[in-house]
DNA sequence: TGACTTAGATGCATCATGCATTTATCTTCC
DNA sequence: GGAAGATAAATGCATGATGCATCTAAGTCA
């Protein structure tokens, strides 16, 4: 996002009129941030969830989030939330929604800039140690196509978390905004390590639409894209022929 | 926008907790709505502008807006807002992007929750009236494609008008969010009257677009979409051959 | 009445997509 | 060592969408 046009030059008039300003003359929201930090694996969209061991809410699983500071950007927030309580940073990370009801914390009037970011499944599982606090959830999308209604959190065992505030919400605007981006924007490669097949790189994109595509067409558009370029490798212990490894190359503009 | 999870029974213990919550516990940043009224007149994009009467950036163009309410929603307040500074009320009205850079507003930490509304342009004129301090002015956009860069807005007389604050930043986000959601989403006709003929749609695609179209795939494509139904009138006051009237379908889930 | 303009239909070449078929290349089992 | 089983990857083809050119229709205006 670009900010920050050049200030203009303010006059003294204005200058003092700044420096008379009073902020606290009428009352303020709290401004928080939330993070659904969401990756793939084996197939499956997850989504990492903490549990709250606070009021409100207590016992229930929600996103990483935090009030932000009021010297502190935006994205700079949800960037110091995802490495405080996912030990993760350089990821992809992007503004999705603010939420804003007046009642949906208890607690007064919270307002949340939620945020998303895709990490591939092996550098996620190497920065969290097991804690019984956190989870790597499946999401389970119980809609089509693109109408971003909540969505449901089930853990390894099959038991559902109880999502606090309106996070199932917040998630299902994850899933939608990930399910519009998919086709124009690169996003299946944030999901991936370095070198993937193009059989990952259909899997990640199927997880994220939550339906199969057609496997020639793919390759044929994400070849014809010029987003990925061979790499002369082949991956190696599978069962069957391996395939060619391929890398991302960012798009010339 | 899918909000209020039925909220869950508090213990004792949680009801004490929220009693004695304090929310002054620490800074609180101001939290406003800022709304790009938008229109297509003569196939040209054109969005509401107020000329600041008041520091800081006195003279200076800005979107209507305004400090949110504790008690309020995000889209009542931007529909407040809304109705306050242009008159205009039951159009299409979406939230767009929460823009909080530290130093976007020189009296204090102000973060803005930005949303775009769009209304034909017979609307607003009728709603409008001439007032020195407002302009419906042309959206110039110096890019192409949907790269989001700010734009510049000029008026009638050509004039180029000063944005206030980050407001170019915020209707270049605008330009990009609606270039990427007229494909599929139903747009075009919330920019257009009841009744119009298949080349104004076109036209207000154009505008938005900033490109041209290409007719017959274009009459093909929204005549096969099934939003679009034909009325059996027919344009009136050309210098040429007539063209059907169409109204717009609401599309079947 | 004819010039002028745009509407709207038709035909066609091109390109993307979905699907079936064929061959290639790996592991595992016998 | 060879066959079975799996998926990779290329090829061919039918179908549908798109871009473009052409032709006719239906208004206004001089």
Redesign the interface.
């Known amino acids: ?5 050049k ?2 030059k ?1 006059s003294r ?2 200058r003092d ?2 420096a008379a ?1 009073d ?1 606290s003359a ?6 928080a941030v939330d993070v659904a930090l969401i990756t793939v694996e084996d197939a499956e969209l997850r989504v990492l969830l903490i549990q709250r061991d606070e ?4 016992g ?1 699983w929600s996103l990483p989030g935090g ?2 500071q ?5 994205d700079a927030a949800a960037a110091r939330v995802l490495a405080r309580d996912a030990g993760v940073t350089d990821v992809w990370l992007e ?1 999705l ?8 914390d ?4 919270v ?1 949340t ?1 939620a945020h998303h970011a895709l990490v591939p499944a092996a550098t996620l599982r190497r920065g969290t140690e097991e804690r019984s606090d956190r989870r790597l959830a499946r999401i389970v999308v119980p809609w089509k196509g693109d109408r ?3 969505v449901r959190a089930i853990d390894e065992d099959d038991v559902e978390l ?2 606090a ?2 996070h ?2 917040i998630l ?2 994850v899933v939608q905004r990930l399910r ?1 981006k998919l086709d ?1 924007a690169a996003l299946g490669f944030e999901l991936l390590p370095k070198r993937f097949t193009l059989r990952e790189l259909q899997e990640v994109h199927e997880a994220v639409l939550g339906r199969r595509l057609n496997k020639d067409s793919f390759r044929r558009r994400i070849l014809a894209s010029g987003l990925v370029t061979a790499t002369g490798q082949k991956e190696a212990d599978v069962v069957h022929r391996p395939a060619e490894l391929f890398r991302f190359v960012r798009r010339r503009r």
């Open positions: 996002m670009s900010h920050g046009d200030q203009p303010r008039e204005e009129f700044l300003y902020a009428f009352p303020h929201p709290s401004v009021h409100p809410d207590l229930r009030f932000i009021l010297d502190e950007a935006l503004q929604y603010t939420f804003g009801e007046p009642d949906r208890p607690r007064t009037r307002i800039v971003g209604e909540p109880p999502l505030f309106d199932a919400a299902g605007t519009g124009y």
